[in-house]
């Protein structure tokens, strides 16, 4: 035994030194191999050129392929780099591509079969970024940029390697420099810092503005193989390019989106334009990716008391990562239930076609499988666990989804297509008590910067007997969202008003919700970015306002904070001329709420902060107040000692605070009970316009006065809108008078 085992021993210890030395062998026949290689390729370009270089390093040679790829004297002294170096694989990576651009395809191969055995297919990221900055902003992030007087980036990073300084007028000195910065794993974030002195620009321009810079940040990776299928991701940038080849960026760092290019084998420069406050973060990775995904959606409506509202869209975000191919999807089934009836889920459109490199949501609308019953899904209201199978031109993929369950008396999100085709999701509570209408009034509630819809709704909560007690008396509570900065403006406002409708229908339609949601009269109120919402809505729908609620809202963008700076320290107010700027002013006209306040004519307001709010100063909040009362409009005022931007308890705990409290409800039952006596609208043509039970007969005598920026956007004032401008976007007003308003009645167009 004892003989036997050793003897095996010495066999594979025999075996092993065998394959070792022919690994030696094979190895030293390789070198020679490279050897010969370079030797005769060196000795093809030595009779006709000299190598400039007096140092040859891995910066040298890079310095003078990014110059010029093409030149004898470029490759020679790439060859004559790699003959010392001939593990080196960008030098390979470097001399491959000139090769091929040279139509030389034996020598490219035998470069590109080199440079991959030292570091793969591709390098899946940038080893080495050089970065030049900061410069002064350009008005958004995609206009005005510094080097462009320079022939641009593509330009002048093929010189980064010369000590070249450009005029910032960010830097002490007045200049920068090209910097260089390691990374040394994928995953590594990288963050750049420029040394200035920014406290002392706050301080003397007396602006936080000027900490926003922006620069480029430049490096080459490598592709060794054609046809490989590789995706992209810049985070921290709102796009970026390779080579020629603009991407798509990840500016909000979500990290799942990947954008797919076609790339043959070659080096390539990436060129990642940032723009920050401070520090700027970014990272690019390079990553094989399978040929679609389905992602996580953002959002998922609830069912609600075991009911499924009508509009049940989900929102599934599918993403093609083929370069050249369009992707379809085909159909959707759900494959398991955890409990209630089956449901059926159906694409909204039999095309889904999507497109190279694109994400698009798909929408689903989830129904019971019977048409029968009235929705009812499920009797214990647990949450819903599915299993969904997407089926797609490239095969099938499984995901799982939660639906919750949400009881009457709480809060539950629901979806509805938006203005704009796409699913967007709000939150509504049933009211508290009856009302006094068939159809309940709606308190549309906006919410502040970063602030979940099912947060503000739920904010609007008291304490009763020791439980919480939610929603609004006598009123719908909805709280609609939008992703994005549109600060309740455009793309917002419509957001909110189709909210507003969808609430409405979906009551209408289903009867097991205890009351229907009236879209035409409307309680508008918001915190913070919602305060200025709350404006910018009811100034916009006065004719369905019946009160306003604005709480430590802001005027404009523009002049409150500083992160939409008009005009100032940015590189345009150099070159604008005053008219096109007055153009662009224009544009944005529509957003400025004080300019809007006589459209509140006959709606009670109350404008509320903490007298201690740092966050939005009691300023603007004053100023619109000063407004409102000169144009007679009924404003209540008030600004609560001690208190900040926000909080839980007002005099008492959990007496419904920041948003909720007894001056709150107070408001709101006024309203109520002013409101119910309101009749409906007026429409064109309608019988009842000429009696006296239309909307308008308690008009107050005094005169109202229209204002309108933008007439693509709000309804009318008692009836009246106007329709069209002769100069757009100028601000055009409408004086009615109390007699004229009956003989203009009901349609009077400008
Ligand atoms: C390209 O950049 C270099 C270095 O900054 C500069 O000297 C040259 O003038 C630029 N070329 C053009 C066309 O602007
Ligand atoms: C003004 O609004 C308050 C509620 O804030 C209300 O009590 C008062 O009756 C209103 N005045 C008029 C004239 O509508």
Redesign the pocket.
Known sequence: MQFLNCRRAIVVHIFFIYIFSLNAIYGKKKEAEVLDFLAKELKALEASADCPLKQLTKHSVRSLWLKDQLSDETLLCILKFLDANNKDDSAWSLLGTSFEKKNLKQQADYCFKQATKAAGKYTPFVKDWWFIGPFVIGKTEFDGDVLAA??GIQ??S??RYHS?TFVSELSSGGTVKWTELKQSSAQELLKINPKVDWNDLVSSLGSMGITEWQGWAVGEFFINENDLQLSFQCLGVAKCSIGNTMLVGDLYHRNQFWFPAALSRGVYTVFIPLRTKVVANFKFSVNKMPAFQVLEPSFLPDVYNGYLPINFYLSIPVSNLMADKWLKVTKIKITTQSDGQPLDPVLISNDYEIAPGQVRPVVVHLKPESVSDARKITDSCRDLNLEFKLLTSEGSQSFKLTLRCRHKGSSFLFSFIDHDGSVQHAAAVEPLGACNNEACPVFLTLHGTTVPPQNQADSYKKMVNGEYQFGIKGMWLLAPTRHGAHNWEGPGAMTAISALQALSSMTLASEWFSVRADSDKVLFAGHSMGGHGAWHLATHFPDRTIGLISLAGWIKKEEYGESNLFFRHDISTSHTDASVKAIMEACIGENDADKHVTNLKGISVLARIGAEDRTVHPFFVRRMVRLLKEARVNVTYSELPNLAHWWWDTKEANDGGCVNDAQIRQFIDHISATSSQLDNYCSAGSQECGTSSNRYKSLQPEPVTLVTINPAFGDGLKGIAVLQQIIPLRISTVQVHNKFLFFFYPAFFF
Request: glycine share 14%; no cysteine; hydrophobic share 15%.
């Open positions: 320079y022939g330009n002048v093929r010189y070249e």
